[in-house]
């Protein structure tokens, strides 16, 4: 996101982004993901459901290549308003919360990105559970991902610099007129919650594209198919910016280091 973030100057740092289904990494955080692999940075996405033999999941690797970010890296959990999203498997809210942080975990530690990110807390305007349960996950397998001694058998210990949580200001809201009208509800924070304001405007149509890749939403009328049914200066005033908020992960030295009296 930030020089900071990068390992040495110079360097655009790796990024992992850990999703709940397909086709949010490239609604929430496309223009990022695109940004950062056309600057040359190790990119890719976990995402928390779906199985791998699932039409979603073909949809979601034509995105993730239009993005620059990948093969898809898929948990394989069950959605939990798509059953036959994994047929046979739990749902992600279902699953026993050690074993869905453990497999992530062994993505964090195979991948070692500099940044991770993930849901806000409420989880992104829709607030689907699915989302708000990924959130939680990720905090804690990036917290987990540091520590020597917890899930010993996925790798070498690894901890991100940082996590950006994808979320929209309330200011951002007038940009999602077109949405509204929908009578969805939308969650959005405090605008001084937000740290990063990201233009993602010269990534506009490789992000569009890879949102229009996920052709089953897109059919099913889901947000993909409202985008794709708007105006181009509409798609452009939804689009074009990306808001994100910096969860600084508790890293191993700071887990070390003593309260003083």
Known sequence: MTADDATSAGDTPSLLAVFAHPDDE?????????????????????????AADTPRAAELAEALRILGAGTPRMLGYADARAPQSAPGRTRLCEAPLDEAVRRLVAHLREFRPEIVVTHDAYGGLTGHLDHVHTHRVTLLAVQASGLERLYPDTGAPWQPSAVYLATHPHSAVPALSDLAR????????????????????????????????????????????????????????????????????????????????
């Open 182 to 261: 929908t009578g969805k509800p939308m969650y959005t924070v405090p605008d001084e919650l937000v740290t990063a304001t990201v233009d993602v405007g010269p990534w506009l149509e490789r992000k569009l594209a890879a949102i229009l890749a996920h052709r089953t939403e897109v059919t099913r009328g889901a947000l993909p198919g409202l985008i794709a049914a708007l105006p181009a200066k509409a798609r452009q005033r939804l689009l074009s910016t990306e808001w994100y908020i910096r969860h600084e992960p508790v890293t191993t030295a700071a887990a070390q280091t003593k309260l003083t009296a």
């Open 26 to 50: 490239s609604l929430a955080a496309g223009g990022v993901l695109a940004r950062h692999a056309a600057s040359g940075a190790r990119t890719a996405v976990v995402t928390a459901t779906w």
